[in-house]
């Protein structure tokens, strides 16, 4: 294979691009954006203005596929803050104790994580440059068409534009088959305000305010790099977070504890409050067509979760990492996109679980009673419980759950749970929430 093209130079485009440099003479990535010359957001990338963490299992891979990008990270101002060992959180069940384990996440504007990755990757980008279909036929996708009628031709082409890919279009305006797709949507919608800590408490534990089922709101208030913090409010169920100053910090208010909304009061907004709504989980299941020859979507192009559960841009590092084994073993052979999608699998699976459920899209399973309190003790255990919490936050940072043998988990569950934290004693486990004047209360 002489030339690959890569269809979009987001975080997915850039790292699949990486990897293919290593297998193929020659690669093209196509960007219908123009990147800002300093770490900033930018208009083709809308959520670039959210928050966003990087998760373990995504750290990892990015630190393997460009070694030293986690530390240039660092190096800028990115924080690294445990799960739950430095993130305080109020989940459905109650507040979580204070654990280590090894998961944790990394906290830095959308901007600066795709601009140090761009420039550790080294791909060169054509910027500004729309990709308006491909060409070939049912067999082979030989190319993609671009703007100014040019066609570039290419032995394997990469969809990586994102959750609004046109690909199946494009694939059937060339005979290709049906992509068959699959959406499950809560309607969530996020507002999202950055702000200017306040002297001293830059250094701030993650936030985690969870949605219940009674109170279909959330918060998070995260570190950033340059003492910021970025706050984002969630609500489903015609609970969007409003857009305006007073609203959004009523909203913060009306949660179920006012932690976010006491440390808000504290800060400088730096820029307007923004909206996103486009959060429904989104697949499209190219692994179970009969897909021309010379095709593949990653990142999510293929596969986009709820960004709540903060997986897509971890996804897209497992899936660079993927694609790079497959071709190295493998090829780009009938195989690749059952592989590739593969990697996004557990997150596909957790977050549909879970929001299949929401907003009463699905009727919840019939559980029998027993099955229902084992659920909730299980819950609430693990509240308190270090390796019932590894279990939980090894997942969600998309690592192995670290081993857990039988007798712990009968220890765990048949034993007295530790008591439920109040809000009081839940700050009170990070040092940084109690700080001289600055006290929140
Ligand atoms: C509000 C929000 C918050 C999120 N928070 C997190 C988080 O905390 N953690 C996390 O891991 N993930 C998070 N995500 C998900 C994350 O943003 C995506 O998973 C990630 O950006 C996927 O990268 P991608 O390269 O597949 O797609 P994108 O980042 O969308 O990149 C697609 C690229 O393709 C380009 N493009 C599109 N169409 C064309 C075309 N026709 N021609 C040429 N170029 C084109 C676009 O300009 C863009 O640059 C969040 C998402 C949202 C919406």
Redesign the pocket.
Same mark, same amino acid.
């Given at each position: 294979m002489n030339r690959a093209v890569v269809? @979009? @130079? @987001?975080? #997915?485009? /850039?790292l699949a691009a990486t990897v293919l440099a290593r297998h193929v003479d020659e690669v093209v990535v %196509?960007? &219908?954006?123009h990147f800002p010359a300093a770490p900033g957001p930018? &208009?083709?990338? +809308?959520? =670039?203005h $959210? =928050?966003? %963490?990087?998760?373990t299992g @995504?750290a990892e891979a990015l630190a393997t596929l460009l070694p030293g990008t986690l530390q240039e990270l660092y190096a800028h101002g990115a924080h690294r803050r445990g799960l739950p060992g430095d993130s305080l959180i109020l989940s459905g069940d109650g507040w979580f104790h204070r654990f280590d384990c090894a998961a944790y996440f990394i906290s830095c504007t &959308?901007g600066l994580l795709d601009h140090v990755v761009r420039r550790r990757a080294g791909v060169r980008v054509r910027q500004g /440059?729309? %990709?308006?279909g491909l060409t070939g036929d049912a067999r082979r996708v030989t190319g993609v068409r671009?703007t100014g009628a040019e066609t570039i031709e290419a032995g394997l082409v990469v969809d990586?534009? *994102?959750?609004? =890919?046109?690909a199946p279009r494009w694939l059937a305006e060339i005979g290709g088959p049906p992509i068959e797709e699959t959406t499950v949507s809560t309607g969530l919608a996020?507002a999202?305000r950055i702000c200017q800590a306040p002297p001293g408490l830059d250094d701030l534990p993650a936030i985690m305010l969870h949605p219940t089922p009674g109170l279909p709101r959330g918060a998070t208030l995260l570190p950033l790099e340059g003492g910021r913090w970025v706050a984002?409010l969630t609500g489903t169920q015609g609970s969007a977070p409003p857009l305006d100053e007073a609203g959004f910090l009523a909203f913060a208010r009306s949660l179920r504890d006012p932690i976010v909304a006491e440390l808000l009061a504290m800060t400088a907004a730096e820029g307007p409050i923004r909206p996103?709504r486009?959060?429904a989980n989104r697949r499209r299941h190219y692994e179970r067509a009969a897909l021309p020859a010379g095709f593949a979507a990653? *990142?999510? #192009?293929a596969v986009?979760?709820n +960004?709540l559960y903060? $997986?897509?841009? =971890? %996804? #897209?590092a497992l899936g660079a990492l993927r694609l790079d084994r497959e071709l190295r073993c493998a090829g780009a052979g009938p195989g690749l996109q059952a592989a590739l999608v593969a990697e996004a699998e557990p997150s596909w699976r957790m977050a549909v679980a879970r929001d299949r459920h929401v907003n009463g899209t699905e009727p919840e399973p019939q559980v029998s009673e027993h099955a229902r309190k084992v659920r909730a003790r299980l819950a609430r255990a693990r509240l308190g419980s270090a390796e019932l919490a590894a279990e939980l936050f090894h997942a969600q940072a998309l690592i192995p759950a670290p081993p857990l043998d039988g007798a712990a988990r009968f220890h765990a569950l048949a034993g007295e749970p530790a008591p439920p934290l109040t809000s009081d004693q839940a700050r009170r486990q990070y040092p940084a929430l109690t700080f001289g004047a600055t006290t929140p209360r």
């Open positions: 269809l @979009g @130079g @987001g975080l #997915a485009g /850039v %196509v960007e &219908r954006d930018r &208009r083709g990338l +809308p959520q =670039s $959210h =928050s966003h %963490v990087l998760v @995504g &959308r /440059v729309q %990709v308006l671009v990586a534009t *994102g959750r609004r =890919s046109q996020y999202t984002t996103f486009d959060t990653i *990142g999510d #192009a986009a979760v +960004p903060s $997986h897509g841009m =971890s %996804v #897209a």
